[in-house]
Structure formats: structure tokens, C-alpha cells
């Protein structure tokens, strides 16, 4: 692939944006789902939920990501678990993204105005009913924008899959400017497609945001 | 208190000369004609009170006189100096014209000292511990002096706004301007603060108010100027809330409001 | 295979650890300061109502925003050096994390700055300041101050992107670890090590910028006015 820049290079950064979309993809479904469990354990009866849900979002909070990529891959390995850079970046992400969103959401849970709780429990419905059909409907609303809002962030932050060897759009990057030597056009590409993928979300989460807002007496 | 060294350098204008003049003022929100000719004249020492129905464009008024608004017609002229003139010195303009508005707008990070001594110090030198002494003195003046090193919040919304009016006092104007300055306070705080501002009128202060105390305008004002639909519909001496000579003036003293 | 942890060699480095614990901070700092003072010019350039200035900044908060920190660490290594200009890893880190956290600090800064009723500010006109002196004491400092737990979370944020930079080889304590790891084998028991290294010295971060809201805000201080 040596030379100049080609269509060769392109359909490469192509392939390895896709692989940034994927991975993106598996970081949100992933870490959504141990998200909301650990929302839900945020705001759980439970005292001993509660403190592990909270050890759990200040441990994962207070440490880098790439150090959380670099545990799962080599410090795995070192120890005997041997697992793919896929498996690695997609298990990093989840842990990673399942702290920010489990906050995130816990706060728009939290946010359910006062008295729909009180209204529901006077309702006679038991605490899941209660969360299931009264709280989290109202609370899905309210944290739509701000987990659009993060989608950019974990686009972003799947870049760093890359030092674990993971081929997305970084890498891919990387793997061309060993042959080629232009690494300002290339990561100013890269910069680019990023930018692509991320910028219509921002709009999208603030025009959400926006309109929650104007909305927002209804909620109340 | 020495402190008037920036005043110095503005004109002094005749003894005679009204401190503030409007001559037809013409001023429009949008397609919204909100003073529509308005003329009337301040004179030193005076306490002139505007009236009208809110919408009647006396607040616009007023805020006109500090260039708050810009007016898209006529003239205004403030201790000699013409207003609706775009090279207006603004500075100078505000260091003669102190204003009080419905909100007290203090600065809720600063203690009412501080409040008090921003403007002298930032904006005519005045040293630090000169500022303070000052403020002591102003502080005194509105019946505050315990509450030197006290927050806004801290303070009912009656001490509050004899703070601000303390803040104005400072800057040591030559017209102070009310704007509806008892408007968000609770009916048994606003006799505190009109007291302070009849201290003011006796002590020579001149004074224009928008307010909607019509008892304590008749006490005080030395000119009322009615304001009806953007125009001034009938001005004199404070008996004319007693006897107006407009059914529209009439009507608006005898709804009390 | 059993699991066999073996902490101790990765314990005996604890100077290298310091060491870059230490750079991280400084980093951290030199981002946080420089980058304040950009968010700061950058938040009264986006309300300044000069509509090229007002572009120019939205231009630089969304670039930033909605690209990767690796990818901007790597165009500022390599365009320095495309310019012809060696800089030490250190100093380019530096400059890549100011860019990044100015952009976030002009966004947060912005909705603090804008916070600020009206009022205050024609307040602070009638009383003669200038458009200086009210952007310093009547917006700036209570701007800042109603944003301050937002600012707080984005610098630790920040400290702890920082160890992004350990890829173009500064030296800070991500790159110690993958030293470490390197000559230990002990790969697992290093990040252990140093991931509750950086929980710790968000703890130290978060409490820093509590001591600093303390001087900053004596209001806060007197009457414990919630931030």
C-alpha cells in the first residue's frame, strides 16, 4: 500500500471506520445494559446496592480509559486470559461506558418529578410497577439528549482501541502513515471523518435537549 | 468626602438649566410606539414622579434618561449634556445620573460594602479605604450600618433596596433615577424605603421616580407628569392627582392604582 | 493455570510511580490553567456579538469537541513537527490538552457567563463600570462560580485523558506503567496499580478545586451557599 495516497488507502480508513461504528455500536448496547443496572442499582433499596453501584461508578470514573484497555488486554493475558483485541476493546468500552451512562441515567431517574413517585405508591403498586409503568417511561424522556450527548463520547473514545491493536479508523490511520509517511494528511483525514460521525449527534443532542425544554411543563 | 474629581470635568451648565430635559422623545419596540413625543423638564433640587398605566411608557421614560434605551427621535439632555448624541460620553453620563431599579440587581457575590465600593474604587479611583469610609457614611444614610459585611441574601427585600439606593449614593449623582422601586416588596417593607428617598428629596436630591404610591407621590413629588398611550397627557404640580383635569388622569387616581 | 498476583514488584518502583504520578499532575495543571484562561476569552467571544469571532469559536469548541483526543495529540505532534519546530513530548502534550480542555472550558464557561441576569449588568452600567470591568467583577467570577462543579468534573476528566499522551511517549504515569510492565511482566498487577493511582488523584483533584472554591468564593465560604 506504499506510494500516495490512493483508493486503495481510503477503502482501508473506510473499513476501519466501520469498525469504529461497530465498536461504537457494541459499547452502547453493552454498556447500556450494565448501565441501567447499575442506574437501577444506584437508586435501589438496597444499602449494599447502593455502595456497590457507587464504588463501582467512582473506581471506574477515577481511572483512564486507555489504562482500563491496557488492563483488559495485556494484564488479562499476563495472567493467563488470552483474548482478542476485540474482545478486549468491546469489554473496556462496556465497563467504561456503563459507569458514565449509569450516572447519567440515575440522574434522570432521579429527576422524575417528586410526585409521581408519591403518586404512584399511592397507587398501591408494588416498587417494580411502580419503576416499570411510572418512572423510568418519564425517566427515558428526560435522558434522551444527554445520552446522545455521550454517543459522541463514546465514538470518540473508541480511538483508543487502537493501542490495544484494534483496526478501526485510528489504527487503520497508524497503518497507512507506516507506509506512506504523511501523518498530518492522515490524521487530519481521520480528524475528519471523526468529526463526520460525531458532529450530526452533537446537533441532534442539543436540538433534543431544546425541544425537552420547551416541553419540560407538561413533564412536571 | 473629595471625591469629585471625574464630576469636575463635565460642563456646568446655568444655574437655571434643567437637570434633565426631554424634548420630544420618540421611542418604538418593533412596531410598538412606546414614547411618542414625550417632553418634560427636571429641575435642580426637584423630585419630578412619573405615573401611568403600565404600558403607558414611563419606565421606557426613565430608562431613556440613562441611555438604557437609545430613542429613534427628539432630545434628551442630562446635566448639560445631550444624550441621544452617539459620541456620548456614557462614563460621564452615568457618573452624574445614579439609578435604582425594581430588582435592586445588587451583586449577590459581593458583601453590601463591597457593593458599595466597587463603583467608586473601579471607576473614579477613589483608594480602597476611602471607598470604605464612604460607604459607612452612604450606609448610615439608608439606616444600614450594621450591615456592612453582611450578603444580600442575607437581607429583607426592603434593606436590600436601601442598599442599592446607598450604592447609587455613592457614586455621589446629580439626578438619581427611580425605577418602580418598591414594586416587589411586601406592602409593610416599602415604607422603610420611601423614607429613605423623602430623606433624600429634603436633603435636595434630585430625584425622578416611576412608582405607583400615589399617596407618597402626592407627599413629594414637586412636578407629576402623567404618561397615557406614550405621550405625556398631563403634567403640573402634585395637586392635579387631587384635582386632574383629564377624565384619563381622573379615572387612573380614582382605581388607586 | 492458578492465579498467581505478585504486587510487589511493581510496589518496589514506587519512585518511577512518583515520578509519574508527579508529570501527570503538572500536565493536569498547565492544561487546566492555560485552557481556563481560553475558556474564558473563548466563552466572551461567543457572546461578544462580533459575528466572525462569534464563528471562529464555535469553529474551534466543535472541532475539538467531536473529534478524538488521540487524533489531536497526533496532528499537534506532527504538525509542529511538519512546521520544522522540535518541542520536547512534554511541552506537546501540554499544548495538545490545553487546546482540548479550552474547548470544553469555553462551552462550560459560556453557559455560566450566560447565567448572568440582566440586571446585574445594568446595574453595573448605571453605576459607570465598563465593559472590562463588568465582564471581571460582574460576570466573569459569578460566572465561573455558578459552572464550578462542571469545571471541576471536566478537569478531572481531563487529568485523567492525560494519559493519552503517554502515546507520543511523555512520560507521565501511564507511560511509567507500560514501562513497568514491560520489564516486570507483571502487566495485570501494574494496571491494578496504577489505575487506583489515578482514582486516588482524582480524590486529590476533587478536593484541590473544594480548597481552591473556598478562596475563590468567600461567599460560599461565610455562609455556605451551595455551589
Redesign the interface.
Given at each position: 500500500m506504499g506510494g500516495s495516497l490512493n483508493i486503495n488507502h481510503l477503502l482501508f480508513l473506510g473499513h476501519g471506520a466501520l469498525w469504529t461504528i461497530g465498536l461504537s455500536v457494541i459499547a452502547l448496547v453493552g454498556g447500556g445494559l450494565a448501565g441501567f443496572l447499575v442506574a437501577l442499582g444506584r437508586v435501589s433499596p438496597s444499602r449494599t446496592l447502593r455502595l456497590l453501584a457507587a464504588t463501582y461508578v467512582q473506581l471506574i470514573q477515577g481511572t483512564p480509559l486507555l489504562v482500563i484497555m491496557f488492563l483488559s488486554f495485556f494484564g488479562l493475558a499476563a495472567i493467563g486470559f488470552n483474548i482478542s483485541p476485540l474482545a478486549a476493546a468491546g469489554a473496556s468500552m462496556t465497563i467504561f461506558v456503563a459507569a458514565y451512562l449509569g450516572e447519567i441515567w440515575r440522574g434522570c431517574i432521579e429527576a422524575v418529578p417528586r410526585p409521581q413517585w408519591e403518586a404512584a405508591e399511592g397507587l398501591a403498586l408494588s416498587r417494580s410497577q411502580r419503576m416499570v409503568k411510572v418512572i423510568l417511561p418519564q425517566a427515558i424522556r428526560i435522558a434522551t439528549p444527554p445520552t446522545v450527548g455521550f454517543m459522541v463520547q463514546i465514538v470518540k473514545n473508541t480511538s483508543l482501541a487502537s493501542v490495544v491493536g484494534f483496526v478501526e479508523l485510528t489504527r487503520s490511520g497508524q497503518i497507512i502513515n507506516n507506509s506512506m509517511f504523511e501523518p498530518f494528511l492522515i490524521y487530519s483525514i481521520i480528524a475528519v471523518v471523526y468529526f463526520s460521525l460525531c458532529y450530526p449527534l452533537s446537533r441532534l443532542s442539543r436540538r433534543l435537549e431544546r425541544t425537552a425544554l420547551q416541553k419540560k411543563p407538561a413533564l412536571a | 468626602m473629595n471625591v469629585s474629581t471625574a464630576q469636575s470635568a463635565s460642563p456646568s451648565p446655568a444655574a437655571t438649566a434643567p437637570v434633565v430635559a426631554m424634548r420630544g422623545v420618540h421611542k418604538s419596540f418593533g412596531p410598538l410606539k412606546v414614547l411618542d413625543g414625550v417632553s418634560f423638564e427636571v429641575a435642580r433640587g426637584e423630585v419630578t414622579v412619573l405615573i401611568g398605566r403600565s404600558g403607558s411608557g414611563k419606565s421606557t421614560a426613565l430608562r431613556c434618561i440613562?441611555r438604557?434605551e437609545t430613542i429613534d427621535g427628539g432630545e434628551i439632555e442630562v446635566c448639560g449634556r445631550r444624550v441621544d448624541d452617539d459620541k456620548l460620553d456614557l462614563?460621564a453620563l452615568?457618573?452624574d445620573?445614579?439609578?435604582v431599579?425594581q430588582?435592586y440587581?445588587?451583586?449577590?457575590?459581593?458583601t453590601i460594602e463591597e457593593n458599595i465600593t466597587?463603583?467608586p474604587h473601579?471607576?473614579k479611583r477613589v483608594p480602597k479605604d476611602e471607598a470604605r469610609a464612604l460607604a459607612a457614611k452612604v450606609l448610615k444614610q439608608v439606616g444600614l450600618e450594621d450591615k456592612l459585611h453582611a450578603?444580600p441574601?442575607?437581607l429583607s427585600g426592603g434593606q436590600q433596596q436601601r442598599a442599592?439606593i446607598a450604592?447609587?449614593l455613592a457614586?455621589q449623582p446629580k439626578v438619581m433615577l427611580f425605577d418602580e422601586v418598591t414594586s416587589a416588596l411586601d406592602p409593610e417593607l416599602t415604607g422603610e424605603v420611601l423614607k429613605v428617598i423623602e430623606a433624600l428629596a429634603a436633603d435636595g436630591m434630585t430625584m425622578v421616580m416611576v412608582t405607583h404610591e400615589m399617596g407618597f407621590a402626592r407627599g413629594i413629588a414637586d412636578q407629576v407628569v402623567f404618561m397615557h398611550k406614550g405621550k405625556v397627557h398631563e403634567a403640573g404640580p402634585a395637586d392635579i392627582l387631587s384635582s386632574p383635569s383629564t377624565p384619563e388622569l381622573a379615572q387612573f387616581v380614582g382605581t388607586g392604582l | 493455570m492458578g492465579l498467581e498476583l505478585d504486587f510487589s514488584v511493581v510496589l518496589d518502583r514506587w519512585r518511577s510511580l512518583l515520578d509519574g504520578a508527579t508529570l501527570t499532575l503538572q500536565l493536569a495543571f498547565i492544561a487546566v490553567v492555560c485552557g481556563g484562561i481560553i475558556g474564558v476569552f473563548g466563552a466572551i467571544g461567543r457572546r461578544g456579538g462580533n459575528p466572525l469571532v462569534e464563528r471562529l469559536c464555535g469553529a474551534y469548541v466543535e472541532g475539538i469537541r467531536n473529534t478524538p483526543l488521540l487524533v489531536q495529540i497526533f496532528l499537534v505532534y506532527f504538525g509542529l513537527s511538519s512546521l520544522g519546530l522540535k518541542f520536547s513530548a512534554f511541552t506537546v502534550a501540554a499544548v495538545a490538552l490545553t487546546i482540548n480542555v479550552g474547548a470544553y472550558t469555553t462551552e462550560i464557561m459560556r453557559a455560566g457567563f450566560d447565567s448572568i441576569v440582566k440586571g446585574q449588568i445594568e446595574a453595573a452600567e448605571g453605576l459607570g463600570l465598563s465593559k472590562a470591568q463588568i465582564y471581571w467583577h460582574v460576570i466573569i467570577w459569578p460566572g465561573i462560580e455558578r459552572v464550578y462543579p462542571a469545571l471541576t468534573s471536566q478537569f478531572v476528566l481531563l487529568m485523567l485523558a492525560s494519559s493519552v499522551t503517554s502515546q507520543i511517549s511523555a512520560e507521565e504515569l501511564t507511560a511509567v506503567a507500560n514501562y513497568i510492565q514491560s520489564e516486570t511482566y507483571r502487566s495485570f498487577e501494574t494496571y491494578i496499580v496504577v489505575a487506583l493511582i489515578y482514582v486516588a488523584l482524582s480524590f486529590v483533584m476533587r478536593f484541590g478545586f473544594w480548597l481552591l472554591s473556598l478562596a475563590l468564593f468567600p461567599r460560599r465560604r461565610r455562609l455556605g451557599t451551595p455551589l
Open positions: - | 440613562d438604557f462614563r452615568r457618573l445620573v445614579g439609578i431599579f430588582s440587581n445588587l451583586f449577590p457575590h459581593l466597587l463603583a473601579a471607576v450578603y441574601e442575607q442599592a450604592r447609587s457614586m | -
